[in-house]
């Protein structure tokens, strides 16, 4: 049967992270991608310019849907946008008997808040503690834990930090450092450094959703956590290369790169 996957994030207007991002990542990975929306934006390549979330109701609702009758090889979570929604997704991931991949997303590229600041210690006593893998950014590492990476030798205390918070692996994304895209993977006992040229290509617009997307798929194939992330580093990083000046901004990843080579 096909490995089924799903997104619990919100929907980007512009397709290039979010909802739509994780879909068309799963789509290109072959796997079933399915979709919990926590929260609407109205958003393209110059920024977010709204967000509405939904009541914890309707995430719940949507979750026990997929959950109760389709069935899940791997979840992902992505904006959660407030405190309440991310306790309740952390308890809905906790009862799942299937891995999770969490982005604790906070900002966007563009610097526009997708998760609000009084939901930061959710993030860190609720859900990174359900977390099978956390995908942080150097920006969610900074606000999570307070450690500022400048370089790559950083990276280790960064990913200790955040283990502390109980997620059985994190990988730090070093994508916003200078020189090559460097990501360190680890879960307290292996280490892994995953290293990849950096595409001199300004529309990265949903690397971090991609990313994540991608491991879970891996995950749901089967895959153990050091080859979700090898596998998904490469799709990413391919999106990446053919990511599309779209709009008048930072335009998207390209999901379907496979499609075309
Ligand atoms: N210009 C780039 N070239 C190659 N890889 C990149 C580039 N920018 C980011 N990456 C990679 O994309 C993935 C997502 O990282 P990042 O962009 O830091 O996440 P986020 O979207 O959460 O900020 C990581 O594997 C990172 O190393
Ligand atoms: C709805 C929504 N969710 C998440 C993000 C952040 O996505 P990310 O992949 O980190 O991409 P950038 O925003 O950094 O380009 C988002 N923008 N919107």
Redesign the pocket.
């Known amino acids: 049967m096909i490995p089924r996957v799903l997104t619990v994030a919100g929907s980007d207007s512009g397709g290039g992270?979010g909802i739509q991002a994780d879909l068309k990542t799963m789509l290109a990975l072959g796997v079933h991608g399915m979709s919990v929306i926590t929260a609407v934006t109205a958003q393209n390549s110059l920024g977010v310019q709204g967000a509405w979330e939904l009541p914890v109701r309707a995430v719940r609702a949507q979750y026990r849907s997929v959950v109760d009758d389709i069935g899940v090889q791997a979840v992902k979570t992505g904006m959660l946008a407030s405190a309440e929604l991310v306790e309740a997704v952390a308890e809905l991931i906790s009862g799942t008997d299937a891995p999770a991949v969490v982005?604790p997303?906070g900002v966007s590229?563009h610097g526009d808040p997708l998760l609000a600041a009084s939901a930061l210690d959710s993030v860190r006593t609720k859900l990174l503690p359900a977390a099978t893998v956390a995908?942080?950014?150097?920006?969610?590492v900074a606000q999570l834990t307070g450690v500022r990476v400048e370089s790559e030798d950083d990276l280790r205390r960064a990913a200790g930090a955040v283990l502390e918070f109980g997620p059985r692996w994190v990988l730090i994304?070093?994508?916003?450092l200078a020189g090559d895209?460097?990501?360190l993977l680890t879960d307290g006992a292996a280490e892994y450094r995953?290293r990849?040229?950096?595409?001199?290509?300004r529309h990265?617009h949903?690397?971090?959703?991609?990313?994540a997307s991608a491991i879970a798929s891996g995950l749901a194939k089967g895959l153990s956590v050091p080859e979700a992330v090898t596998e998904a580093?490469e799709y990413?990083?391919g999106a990446?290369?053919g990511g599309f000046a779209l709009g008048a901004g930072i335009g998207p990843v390209d999901h379907g790169w496979r499609f075309r080579s």
């Open positions: 992270a982005d997303v590229k995908t942080p950014n150097l920006d969610e994304k070093g994508g916003h895209a460097v990501d995953l990849a040229p950096r595409h001199d290509n990265t949903g690397t971090g959703c991609t990313l580093k990413v990083t990446i290369a």
